[in-house]
Structures are given as C-alpha cells and as structure tokens.
Nanobody, 122 residues
Framework: VQLVESGGGMVHPGESLTLSCIASGFKFTDYPMSWVRQAPGRGPEWVSTIKPSGNIYYSDSVKGRFTISKDITKNTLSLYMNGLKPEDTALYYC?????????????????RGQGTQVTVSS
C-alpha cells in the first residue's frame, strides 16, 4: 500500500484548501478510503470516508464544510476543505479503510500515507 498526500499548507480562517492523495499498490476501487487527521498532542480523528459504492460519510466537526471525492481513473482521493477554522489544524492522512466507529490504530498505521500538514491561523 502506497499513499502520497499533498496540498497542505498554512491558511487564514475562512479560507479553503484541497488535499490530494495518490494511491498505488492495491486495487483502489475495491476499498473504502478515508481522511484521518491528528492534531498536536491528540490522537487520530476520523474525518471522512468514501465507500467503493460511492457512499460518503463525514464527522460532525467537518460536515457541511469538507467534501471528499475520488477519481478512479487516476487512483486519487481528494478532500476539499472550505471555511477552515483554527481547530482544523492537524496533520491530515489519507488511509485505506473505513475508520468510523471503532478506530484500530494498528490497522491505520499499516494503511496510511505520510500525511500533509494543514495549519489554520490568523
């Protein structure tokens, strides 16, 4: 499993960013794909999941502001983040799998990319 994230950066509150993740080493269309973030000093937090069926799920903290999508022709997962807040500051990981509910760290660690940093500050 290889996942390479990009698109992070430093923005002001209210601004937008789009994160991308290029996947390889597995059949992209067979797996749910997720975004998970980790703020300094805190554990991983599930953000969003898109299932192979196309069903989409968001955490309450980002619902209405973030949009997850995938391009199966390019094996790419994206996260459009709008209306960013300082509390969105975190390292954002692309991960193979569905991390809603019971979050199993060992599975996440084996199925994630290196992360891309998002910092929201005035």
């Amino acid at each position: 499993v290889q996942l390479v994230e990009s698109g992070g950066g430093m923005v002001h509150p209210g601004e937008s960013l789009t994160l991308s993740c290029i996947a390889s080493g597995f059949k992209f269309t067979d797996y749910p794909m997720s975004w998970v973030r980790q703020a300094p000093g805190r554990g991983p937090e599930w953000v969003s999941t898109i299932k192979p069926s196309g069903n989409i799920y968001y955490s309450d903290s980002v619902k209405g502001r973030f949009t997850i999508s995938k391009d199966i022709t390019k094996n790419t997962l994206s996260l459009y983040m709008n209306g960013l807040k300082p509390e969105d500051t975190a390292l954002y990981y692309c991960a193979r799998g569905d991390y809603r509910g019971n979050f199993v760290s060992q599975i996440f660690e084996r199925n994630r990319g290196q992360g891309t940093q998002v910092t929201v500050s005035s």
